[in-house]
């Protein structure tokens, strides 16, 4: 940890060099509460706050680099005092740079320097700022035990955790969000509470969901998991065949939909998403927590069955970690502590598909037809199976947690490559949802959209009643929203 801290501090988290022409209330504050920052001015500025997605920088006034979660209170405090907003920054792979304050001239309080993670027993106390391969590989090591979380190693637990956090064992286990048993935040005052179930149990609600409104969580209290020996690996790969035919197309989805539904079949052992690149590649891939031989046996035949034979099938078993590396498609999933650099350029949008309704014919169709008219850039979809039969996370509603998407069949993730792509990617959820009127479909938090005005943003996210509750919660706790982004509760 000393070594982290000094990497980060050496390079210019100074108090002195304040942008010109800024109050020095700020300044005078901070370093009166001795809280290690990085101001404009400072070496390591531009690195600190260059963005996951670049089509999105903001200039934070300042960035705090706390150790403490005295740092975070003090930190809190003064941009109170000030009239500054504030956000927190856990990995930085905010879609919308939220995690830069959405603004420019936001307090960012980067929490990389909080990267401890201790397993006692099946709790997992990690800190704010640590990454979802590290984590991973932590608890493993610690005491072969895991997790529910998203394959991508670099985004960081803040975001993740308090959003949702979908990956290839939330059927079987729910998602990252449900693993929190309890929470070491700041509020809006500076004060640090621990929320759990029974302690300051309406924070505990909040920020499970919510937690971008609400407070900074310094330090996650996680229920793990004993890490299964092996997991299947499936992929059934179609290439291009799929987008020769609409019928071909959208048969082929409505079988999977049905398959995915089929309680003879489906259970909680399974997840999987459909991955499709431009009009070039069409591919089922996921996770079975059951043998090779049971899955080529059971269910292998059911997912095949009157569909186009796929050009390439692979079912494998993994161990625990080398799965999770085959899911990240890197070689580890280790993350550097400091120097993380990882970037894209890109517009993103999401679609929550109700389990009631489904995906009609006439929704793919148009999805089709939308895609078959050619792209002017680079994109991909990923639709991943929420619901289903035995699907853990599904399993709870908005009296658990302050999470709304508990009822969602499938969730769309439409990503592409920027700036041409932002009205090729509006027209691929326009298809969907002009084609199915009578659905009321949602949104994926975690995929968060900044085209989105507040008002949509609260109603695709949360709801009206989840977000009423919300708001009337952010006018006890953080009446001044001093915790803001352009889509924050009470924004």
């Known amino acids: ?46 690195n600190l706050t260059e963005p996951f997605n670049l089509r999105l920088p903001y200039k934070p006034v300042v960035v705090v680099l706390p ?40 307090m960012m309080i980067d929490l990389q320097p909080m990267q401890s993670i201790k397993l006692n027993g099946e709790i997992a106390t990690v800190g704010g700022g640590v990454r979802l391969g590290n984590l991973a590989q932590g608890v493993w090591d610690q005491g072969k035990r895991a997790l529910s979380h998203g394959t991508c190693p670099g985004v960081g637990i803040g ?8 990956g290839h064992t939330s059927r079987n286990w729910g998602l990252a969000l449900d693993h929190i048993v309890a929470a070491d935040v700041v509020l809006a005052d500076g004060s640090l509470v621990h929320a759990t179930s029974t302690e300051s149990p309406d924070i505990f609600w909040a920020i499970r969901g919510a937690a971008d409104s609400f407070g900074i969580v310094t330090n996650f209290y996680l229920k793990t998991h004993a890490a299964p020996e092996a997991v299947t690996y499936f992929s059934f790969q179609w290439g291009d065949a799929l987008f020769q035919t609409q019928k071909a197309f959208t048969d082929t989805f409505l079988h999977i939909q049905q398959f995915g539904t089929n309680e003879s079949i489906i259970d909680s052992r399974i997840s999987f998403g459909i991955y499709l690149d ?76 109700p389990e009631k309704d489904k995906l009609s014919a006439n929704a793919l169709n148009a999805f089709y037809t939308y895609i078959k008219k050619g792209a002017p ?13 035995g699907s853990q996370i599904n399993t709870k509603d908005t009296t658990f947690a302050a999470y709304n998407d508990r009822d969602s069949l499938w969730v769309f993730q439409n990503y592409g490559i920027t700036p041409p792509s932002i009205p090729f990617i509006n027209g691929l959820n326009d298809a969907i949802i002009n084609a199915q009127p009578k659905t009321t479909f949602g ?44 889509q924050a509760i009470g924004a």
């Open 1 to 46: 940890m000393k070594s982290i801290v000094a990497g980060l501090l050496s390079l210019g988290a100074v108090v002195k060099a304040v942008p010109q022409g800024y109050s020095n209330s700020l300044s005078d504050c901070l370093n009166t509460k001795k809280v290690p920052v990085s101001w404009i001015s400072s070496p390591d500025y531009a």
């Open 278 to 353: 431009g009009v070039a590649t069409y591919n089922l891939g996921g996770t079975f927590f059951g043998t090779v031989e049971e899955f080529n046996a059971k269910i292998a035949p059911e997912l095949l069955r009157g569909v186009p034979k796929p050009a390439k099938v692979i079912t494998q078993s993994y161990n625990w970690i080398d799965y999770l590396i085959l899911m990240s498609d890197k070689t580890t999933i280790k993350e550097p502590l400091t120097g993380y650099d990882e970037h894209d350029n890109f517009f993103a949008k999401s679609i929550t598909v």
């Open 377 to 389: 850039t680079d994109y991909f979809v990923i639709i991943n199976l929420y619901g289903g039969p």
């Open 67 to 106: 150790t403490t979660s005295k740092h975070v209170q003090d930190a809190v405090v003064c941009a109170g005092k000030t009239g500054v907003k504030v956000q927190a920054k856990s990995g930085g792979h905010s879609y919308a740079s939220f995690s830069s304050g959405g603004k420019d001239g936001s």
């Open 159 to 166: 975001g993740h955790f308090t959003h949702g956090g979908y």
């Open 443 to 486: 949104a994926y938090l975690n995929y968060v959209d900044p085209s989105y005005t507040a008002a949509q943003a609260h109603k695709l996210y949360y709801g009206d009643a989840l977000y009423t509750k919300l708001a009337a919660l952010k006018k006890k706790v953080d009446p001044t929203s001093v915790f803001w982004n352009p």
